[in-house]
């Protein structure tokens, strides 16, 4: 059973900046583009940046230039860092494959930009 568990967030000011971790309970990475995804309240949940198995990156209009992913395949763990934080990115943080698979959703980490 595969799981993933995120860390990482928190509360931080405008402006500020956190890094998200997911750990995957086996190694999954080397077979699959892993993604970070979040909801906001009262929101749909959205694709925030994905990364595929070669490390190529591809992020949402709305945080290119100061979301980064990257991911580590020997431990198994994907990163997000996250700058220049604005309200608007408050929200639950979750990682999965893209495209999704329902099973591997965890419960994921919260994120909340305010001052």
């Known amino acids: 059973q595969v799981q993933l568990v995120e860390s990482g967030g928190g509360l931080v000011q405008p402006g500020g900046s956190l890094r998200l971790s997911c750990a995957a309970s086996r190694s999954i990475f080397f077979r699959y583009t892993m993604a970070w995804y979040r909801q906001a309240p009262g929101k749909q949940r959205e694709g925030v940046a994905t990364?595929?198995?070669?490390?190529?990156?591809n992020y949402a209009d709305s945080v290119k230039g100061r979301f980064t992913i990257s991911r580590d395949n020997a431990n198994n763990t994907l990163y997000l860092q996250m700058n220049s934080l604005e309200a608007e990115a408050t929200a639950v943080y979750y990682c999965?494959?893209?495209?999704?698979?329902?099973?591997?959703w965890g419960k994921g980490t919260q994120v909340t930009v305010s001052s």
């Open positions: 999965n494959t893209e495209p999704a698979i329902k099973a591997y």
């Open positions: 990364i595929t198995s070669g490390a190529r990156v």
